[in-house]
């Protein structure tokens, strides 16, 4: 099961990359995003500085967002998720795996590119392996969430938008304590409360998620 498991996860990504410039949106948007904040609010560094750690966080959530509605919407249309469902792995391991793969494109580079665009912000460098941290823990727990939006929406027409009505209110903690985990890095004020929620977070996601994203593709599917 673990070697189907395994291959399931590549072939996401072998789509991904197939994909070409659309499986890079997320970090297109989540890079534009970020570099539009100093043209809004204006250079002063004070500012900038103060309000980083809070708008890279938000950049990375809404760029997560921005690709949940390609989960499983292609493979529905083709038929393939019909297959997927009766195949010898469990569908709860076919969510996951699917997330796994989101992650590794969309939340894996979203952290990798946020101390850059942190520094862009004029952020202290105390908080930069924190904010790191944090979107590691915290881009999982969205893109489980996630999973679970996009799968109750998967036969509905115009469906993006429908997951962002029902995934944003739950994001909301994980922004919380992620944007937290960073100031108490800035601010010298403690990052171990935050950071375990966040780790506890990711915990309950990956035992809750795939079995309510696989509940609801039977669901809707049938």
């Known amino acids: 099961m673990v070697g189907v498991f395994l291959r399931l996860i590549g072939r996401e990504l072998t789509l991904a990359v197939r994909g070409g410039i659309g499986s890079l949106m997320a970090v297109v948007f989540f890079v534009i ?47 393939s998720l019909e297959q997927l469902m009766l195949g010898t792995l469990p569908l709860e391991f076919v969510v996951l795996a699917k997330t796994v793969a989101h992650w590794l ?16 912000l004029n ?6 392996v924190i ?13 489980l969430i996630g999973a679970v939006g996009a799968a109750l929406t998967v036969g509905l027409r115009r469906g993006g938008a429908l997951i962002a009505l029902l995934v944003l209110p739950l994001y909301v903690p ?14 010298d004020i403690g990052v171990r409360a935050n950071l375990s929620i966040l ?5 309950g996601a990956l035992a809750l998620g795939p079995v309510a994203a696989a509940a609801a593709l039977r669901m809707t599917v049938e």
């Open 131 to 143: 904010l790191i941290v944090s979107l590691v823990l915290g881009t999982p727990i969205l893109s």
């Open 123 to 128: 952020m202290s460098t105390d908080g930069l």
């Open 33 to 79: 995003a970020v570099t539009l904040f100093p043209l809004g609010i204006g250079p002063e560094l004070g500012l900038l500085s103060r309000i980083a750690p809070g708008a890279v966080w938000v950049a990375a959530l809404l760029a997560a967002l921005l690709s949940l509605d390609r989960l499983f919407v292609a493979d529905h249309e083709d038929g």
């Open 174 to 187: 994980v922004l919380i304590f992620g944007v937290g985990a960073v100031e108490g890095a800035v601010l």
């Open 105 to 120: 494109t969309t939340g894996l580079p979203l952290a990798a590119a946020a101390p850059i665009l942190a520094l862009l």
């Open 199 to 203: 780790a506890g977070g990711l915990v």
